[in-house]
């Protein structure tokens, strides 16, 4: 059995933060990226549905690998999300993103968010900006 964490590319065996909240990278390829991730009990509101700020981070992290498709550290500049259906603790969410255009500096990509039905569950569009940071060292 392969170790799913040495396939990931440095940016991704290095963000602790999606690491944290499970998600999983599915699919990593230019201009194009899926990741899911299944909804704990750690990750409701009160009102027992998950926390809008998660939905957010799985289709942030989903926007941070398709929009680093080359050797340029890129950044977001901008992002909104449209919530559209609440989920529940077991559900296994999944976000899809594609990126839409990029010209110079800057781009825009575009992420749905669905659960395991494959319904709806939010719209996220995000804009770049690739700057002149460099990689951090991979062991530090």
Same mark, same amino acid.
């Given at each position: 059995?392969?170790?799913?964490?040495?396939?990931?590319?440095?940016?991704m065996r290095r963000d602790r933060?999606?690491?944290a909240l499970g998600m999983r990278v599915e699919v990593d390829e230019p201009g194009r990226a899926v990741v899911s991730m299944t909804v704990r009990e750690d990750m409701l509101n009160g009102f027992d549905i998950t926390h809008g700020g998660l939905v957010f /981070?799985? $289709?942030?992290t989903t926007f941070a690998i398709?929009?680093?498709?080359?050797?340029?550290? &890129?950044?977001? /500049?901008? $992002?909104d999300i449209t919530f559209l259906k609440s989920t529940r603790a077991g559900?296994?969410? &999944?976000a899809a993103g594609t990126r839409r255009a990029r010209n110079g500096r800057t781009g825009l990509y575009d992420i749905t968010v669905t659960d395991e039905t494959g319904d709806i569950v939010a719209e996220f569009r995000g804009r770049s900006i690739t700057t002149n940071r460099p990689f951090p060292e991979e062991n530090s």
């Amino acid at each position: 059995m392969t170790d799913p964490v040495a396939d990931l590319r440095p940016m991704m065996r290095r963000d602790r933060a999606s690491s944290a909240l499970g998600m999983r990278v599915e699919v990593d390829e230019p201009g194009r990226a899926v990741v899911s991730m299944t909804v704990r009990e750690d990750m409701l509101n009160g009102f027992d549905i998950t926390h809008g700020g998660l939905v957010f /981070a799985l $289709a942030d992290t989903t926007f941070a690998i398709v929009c680093n498709e080359d050797e340029k550290v &890129t950044v977001a /500049a901008g $992002a909104d999300i449209t919530f559209l259906k609440s989920t529940r603790a077991g559900q296994v969410l &999944t976000a899809a993103g594609t990126r839409r255009a990029r010209n110079g500096r800057t781009g825009l990509y575009d992420i749905t968010v669905t659960d395991e039905t494959g319904d709806i569950v939010a719209e996220f569009r995000g804009r770049s900006i690739t700057t002149n940071r460099p990689f951090p060292e991979e062991n530090s």
